[in-house]
């Protein structure tokens, strides 16, 4: 059996599941938060699709290694059954990519119905306008808002698309923003503190 999982067709999905493994551990021990950063530039689109902000990161990164991994030995598994050999890894591996990320994000609505969730609808969103939030996900510019993290007076987490109030303002990850008004599903807001200022000021 052994042999079987660390085959050349079978040893991307072994591993994919063993990382899972071990990022649950992670997790399990408390050492999990804020160890994985998305660099991504994107309108939030996909990342909604795939469950971002419905469940921790972490979680939704569990999850689409068991779906990869999990689905990939099992293409195998049926390949070995008909035809006696693994199919390549170059037509495996991508398949079993294409077929991951719907199944993450089946997952993903699963578990927010079960996980307990950072977002509340008891409160209107409209009354974020004068908080501050950090940039998680994204860089946020004129026409390409930015995935923030808002915290509501009741200290729940809310995650929203952000937009510089000024246009020829960027605002990266890590900078805090504060709301200054809201237009349709999103917001505008105005630096508040940058860890780039930050680290300026304090060398």
Do not use: C, K, Y
Not at 148 to 161: E, K, M, S
Not at 163 to 176: C, K, L, R, S, V
């Amino acid at each position: 059996m052994l042999e079987w999982l660390v085959a050349p067709g079978a040893i991307a999905f072994s591993a994919a599941l063993v990382l899972m493994a071990l990022v649950g551990v992670v997790e399990a021990l408390g050492l999990g938060a804020g160890a994985v950063d998305l660099d991504l530039d994107a309108d939030g689109g996909l990342l909604d699709w795939l469950g971002v902000g419905q469940v921790p990161v972490l979680v939704l990164l569990v999850a689409f290694l068991a779906a990869f991994g999990g689905l990939g030995l099992a293409g195998q598994q049926a390949a070995l059954t008909l035809t006696g050999a693994f199919l390549s890894p170059w037509i495996a591996v991508p398949a079993a990519l294409v077929t991951a990320l719907p199944a993450t994000a089946l997952l993903a609505r699963g578990l927010a119905h079960i996980l307990p969730r950072d977002e509340t609808t008891a409160f209107d969103v409209e009354d974020l306008v004068g908080r501050a939030g950090t940039i998680t996900v994204g860089r946020a510019r004129e026409g390409s808002p930015a995935r923030t993290r808002v915290l509501d007076p009741h200290g729940q987490a809310h995650h929203v698309l952000v937009e510089p109030n000024d246009p020829a303002e960027i605002f990266e990850e890590g900078d805090t923003v504060r709301l200054v008004r809201r237009e349709g599903d999103r917001f505008r807001a105005i630096l508040h503190v940058s860890p780039r200022l930050t680290d300026w000021m304090n060398p």
